[in-house]
């Protein structure tokens, strides 16, 4: 089964083929790369799955999946527009599944850590285009802060970065627990370095888009309407229970 490699490595990129990646998500409609966010990780997480670790290539794919991950965890820094921070963010994340991979975490803890990684950048892509239909981009921090003129949008937003950058009691958070259990202590040092860095890049994203003078309202536009908030709460209050419910079988015991 070492043939899957070279497909998991297409689906779930490292530098330099994160290259290639993420012009191809650029390329796509909003909604299209949004599927792609969770789909292609899920996809090469469970082709991982499937494959041995090869003989002698283990601490190879290791530095690489930590270089992919502190590099991409690393430009997140400068990025403002919602659309680049969330497929960077992903790109940060995917080098993790390999890691969990070459250090003996099993099939189905490897797809649920994908899922975990993979959904909330796709829930931010999803809601920067709600973001750039009424403020005409998702590009943050040119005029103010949202929550004055689209607080539930505002509010949906914090809670898709709290999600991306995983804290608790986003099922990321878990997952990451869940990945450092398996490996040595360097390792560990760098996926930390890597999680500061999310939490880092939220931060200068929140600075953006929760401080400064409130953001007018563009003409013909309006908040997020409460069945639309609602549907989004429902999903993350159902993530969150997923979360915790397979944090029991994801090898922290």
């Known amino acids: 089964m070492i043939e ?8 779930l990129p490292l530098f ?3 290259l290639w990646m993420n012009r191809l998500l650029q390329a796509l409609p909003v909604g299209l790369r949004a599927v792609a966010l969770v789909a292609l990780p899920v996809a090469g997480a469970y082709l991982l799955g499937r494959a041995p670790v090869p003989a002698g290539a283990a601490s190879p794919l290791a530095a690489l ?14 990025v403002r527009e ?6 960077l963010q992903a790109s940060s994340a995917w080098p993790l599944i390999w890691l ?9 803890s490897l797809l649920a850590v994908a899922l975990a990684l993979s959904l909330p950048p796709a829930a931010l892509t999803l809601i ?11 590009y943050l921090g ?15 937003w914090v809670l898709a970065l709290i999600a991306t950058l995983a804290a608790p009691p986003a099922p990321g958070f878990f997952a990451i627990l869940a990945v450092m259990y398996l490996l040595p202590g360097s390792l560990v040092f760098a ?16 600075q953006h888009g929760l401080y400064g003078p409130p953001w007018p309202q563009r003409a013909g536009t309006e908040d997020l309407s409460a069945t639309a908030s609602a549907v989004w709460l429902v999903l993350a209050v159902a993530a969150v229970i997923l979360g915790f419910i397979g944090v029991w079988a994801w090898p922290m015991h």
């Open 142 to 156: 040119l005029r103010g802060r949202l929550g004055p003129a689209y607080p539930r949008l505002a509010g949906l």
């Open 82 to 87: 919602a659309f680049v921070w969330a497929r």
């Open 100 to 108: 969990a991979w070459l250090h003996g975490m099993p099939a189905e």
């Open 128 to 138: 920067g285009q709600s973001l750039a239909r009424r403020i005409g981009g998702a």
């Open 16 to 18: 330099p083929a994160t």
């Open 4 to 11: 899957l490699l070279p497909v998991a490595l297409v689906l």
């Open 191 to 206: 996926v930390l370095a890597t999680w500061l860095m999310w939490s880092w890049a939220a931060a200068l994203q929140w």
């Open 65 to 78: 999946a930590v270089v992919t991950a502190l590099l991409y965890a690393w430009r997140l820094l400068a």
